[in-house]
């Protein structure tokens, strides 16, 4: 399944990644890859998901998930 979105879509992807990658919960956290998190907010976009707290909420819970 090949998915494409919009320039502002994008955009907001982009800095919702940022945002989780600059949180010290992720520079803690070794056990989570800025791939996986790329990933994991790729997949939550697919599902038709764009509220910004929401995608970087979600990133965060998969960091605690797998620190735990």
Known sequence: MKLSYDSPTLA???HVLDDVLTD???LDCE???ALEVAEH???R???GERNWEE???SALL???RKAA
Do not use: D, G, P, Y
Request: proline letters at 0%.
């Open 12 to 14: 907001k992807l982009r």
């Open 24 to 26: 010290q919960r992720f």
């Open 31 to 33: 056990s989570v890859s």
């Open 41 to 43: 907010i790729l997949a």
């Open 45 to 47: 976009a697919a599902t």
């Open 55 to 57: 995608l970087k909420n």
């Open 62 to 64: 998969l960091l605690q």
